[in-house]
């Protein structure tokens, strides 16, 4: 008689952005695909914790040791819990996260996910922390190729981690590593596997994720971004690229032409310019100017005359006057962006501009950030309004959760439209005319 095997509960909590989130589905891929664990969404009736950290904005420390205070009732009442924290923070406190916290069992970085099964077998056989922050690998690729369908029909690619520009302002160089680029051909395989599962958009990750290069030994030549690109296009049933996030420094001629032989990629870019003065962006070390930004997406606009503009702004950097924080503004009309994610600066240790003079008040940042959210509200109205009475290719994702003969699904441009139509739909491409739009989000749209 077979022995039944209980598998053990495990509980992921995720903070950040979407490469920590498609982190944390390769962990879940990598723990159950071992027959030992089972996801739970109840941390409560967990036997393992994990907690995979963003250290972007500040006080991630401070958020993290909240979070295990309360997971640290849990293992009082068992002692078997066993609690891990990976992420950026993880690979950037290490032990510094042991000495507030000695409950804590497990801490490994991003690079290192791969081994969380070894690592948690370990965690039962000693009272000692068991650290693992090895940072440039990408060995967790190789352990568990990311199959899962993280929404039912898009789906998350890693293409490659770290960054080599260290911005005064950033972290991820000194938490992800340098940058590290898979091969071309095990993001192909992956992709082409994911088509088969029903997967029709791909959205392509890297911190800097434009500055992809590999070498392709069989030819004996570089493969660069725009290369991985055209290979994309070809993979049946791909009907949809996007990718970020980007860097202006990295955006050649090559990807520009792109667009041009490349439908699928979305008439949608997300590349961040941070702020709209020379001055704040040497500070920031960015390493191009306004000019040079503003060319980029003029030569973009050429070829894609209807492309959305989606930025990064960060708000009372070290330095930014109200002149420089009008410049911004300024530039936010001049290239109308549509979308954008800003923030107030704050300072990451280690980092360059934390060693700068910073005199501006948060009273007066957090009025500077909201006039420029105001601005780009409004002009991401105006967007929508263009769209009224237009027809738009739509990805149907799923039913609404508030009426189940509802619809909803993605535009080019990253709007999500709701639409009545037949559950076959889901899944499937359907041109929408948009009837009615909503100020802050959304859309309403009927088959065309």
Known sequence: MNKKIIKKKIYIKTWGCQMNEHDSSIIENILTKTNNYVITKNPEKSDILILNTCSIREKAQEKLFHQLGRWKNFQKKNSNIRIAVGGCVATQEGKKIYKRARFVNIIFGPQTLHKLPELIHQSYHTTNLIIDVTTSSLKKFESSINTRVNKKFTSFVTIMEGCNKYCSFCIVPYSRGKEVSRQHKHILSEIKKLSTLGVREVVLLGQNVNAYKTYDYINKIKYNFSDLLYSISRIPKINRIRYITSHPMEFGEDIITAYKYIPQLTNFLHLP????????????????????????????????????ISSDFIVGFPGETHQDFQKTLQFISKINFDTS?????????????????????????????SLLQKKITQQSFQWRRRMLGTVQSVLVEGSSKNNTQELYGRTENNRIIYFFGKSELIGNFVQLKVIDINYNTYLKGVIN
């Open 273 to 308: 310019v941070q702020s709209g003065s020379n001055k704040i962006l040497r500070l920031m070390k960015r390493g191009y100017t306004i000019e040079e930004y503003e060319d980029l997406i003029n030569k973009l606009k050429f070829i894609r005359p209807n492309i959305s």
């Open 341 to 369: 994610y800003s923030f107030i600066y704050s300072p990451r240790p280690g980092t360059r501009a934390a060693k700068l003079a910073d005199c501006t008040t948060i009273e007066e940042k957090k009025n500077r950030l």
